[in-house]
Every structure is written in C-alpha cells, then in structure tokens.
C-alpha cells in the first residue's frame, strides 16, 4: 500500500477540477481529465478554455533568482522532457501506426506516410529543442532586454509544438471511422502546415539566441 501511494505521488498530478490522480500517457501538455472533463496544462494546472485552446506559461514573472525560478525552469525543462520520451516512443512505433490507417482506408495519398514520418521526427526534435531553451531561458539574466523577445519565440513556439503533438497522436482510424477519408486528409495536411511552422520557429529562435549578448545570472 505504500509503495503505491508512492508510485501516485510520483507519476500522477490531482485533476484541478476534481482532485482525482492522473497519469500522463501521452507528449501532449494540453491534458482532459477523463473523471470530470476538466480541460488543463499539465504544467502549470491552469484551466483551459478546450482541450485545443492555445495557452502559454513560459514567463517566470517574477525578477528574483530565488529556488522558485530554479524550480519554474526545472518543470519546464522536465515537462518536455517526458514529452520527449513520449515523442521518441511514438516515432519508434510510427511505421505500425502508418500501416493500421493505410489498411483500413480503400485511398492513401502516397506522400501522406512522408508527412507523418517527417511530423513525427519534427515533433521528437522540436521537444529536445524546447527542454534545452529553458536551460538557456534560465541562464539570461532577468533584467536582459532580450529576454522579452526569446520568450515570445518560446511561447510561440510551444503553441505549434502542442499543436503538432495532438494532431501527431490522434487515431487516424477512428477519424476515418467519424468523418470518412476527407477528414483524414485534412488532418494529415494540418500535421504538414504545423510541422513547417514548428521547423519555421525553431529557425528563427536559433537565430534569435545566437545574436543575444545576455549576461548570465
């Protein structure tokens, strides 16, 4: 029993709306209780609007260098750190969820599969990408005049990332299943825009941090 009431504390957060355990299961930080269906941020527990409701909580608000924004940068660098062990274990298993949509619908566009391989490598790369900006996030100090705009870019760049994901790990099946092939490939030409934007947004953060002059805290 103690062992279990460990395993809780350690794996799961309580539901902000009805304080029931749970485990993630999937990179996705936009999170939907399934007890009560209180839409969530995995990170910061702030409600959401709808499970794909854009939302941002990259910003430490405060200026202090206290064990608090030690701590503020930690989850965050963890958070897509899990995201990324999620992302890793999706792309290891991406040719089987290929092949489950392609036999179940009579017409797959041949450069769908390159679409959904190539998402799903941006979408791995991209959460690599976003857990090493808190870590640079953290060592600009908290008076760096461009601190401003590298959050900007983070957060935007969260907002395609997050987006990607739930698309990336949507049941293409059942998708074909509720709405037929055209809404398959409109989910599929989605996963294309936003994998461009993310790659878009990881290019021009990049470039963004090699032109910062910023002290170190």
């Known amino acids: 029993m103690g062992n279990s009431k460990l395993w809780i504390k350690s794996n799961t957060k309580a539901c ?15 999170m939907q209780c399934s007890q009560c269906g209180f839409d969530f941020c995995w990170i910061c527990l702030s409600r959401l609007d709808s499970h794909l ?3 941002q909580c990259n910003r430490y ?4 260098s206290s064990e608090r924004r030690k701590k503020f940068y930690a989850e965050r660098f963890l958070a897509h750190e899990e995201a990324e062990f999620f992302a890793k ?9 290929i092949q489950k949509i392609v036999d179940k ?5 041949a450069d769908f599969i390159d679409i959904i391989m190539a998402s799903s490598m941006t979408l791995l790369t991209a959460r690599s990408f976003l857990k090493y900006s808190y870590v640079a996030g953290f060592g600009l100090h908290p008076d760096n ?16 990332v997050e987006k990607l994901s739930q ?22 030409r989605s996963m294309a825009f936003y994998s461009r934007s993310v790659v878009e947004y ?8 090699s032109n910062i002059s910023g002290s170190l805290v």
């Open 16 to 30: 902000p709306g009805c304080n029931v355990p749970i485990e993630k299961n999937h990179g996705c930080n936009h």
């Open 53 to 55: 409701a854009p939302h």
């Open 61 to 64: 608000a405060s200026n202090d």
């Open 89 to 97: 274990d999706h792309n290891a298993q991406i040719d089987d969820y």
């Open 105 to 109: 619908m009579y017409h797959f566009e």
């Open 145 to 160: 005049p461009s601190l401003a705009m590298f959050q900007d870019q983070q957060g935007a760049l969260e907002l395609f």
């Open 167 to 188: 698309l990336a790990i949507a049941d293409l099946k059942a998708v074909y299943a509720e709405k037929g092939t055209m809404a398959v490939s409109k989910h599929i």
């Open 202 to 209: 990881m290019e021009r953060f990049k470039d963004l941090l």
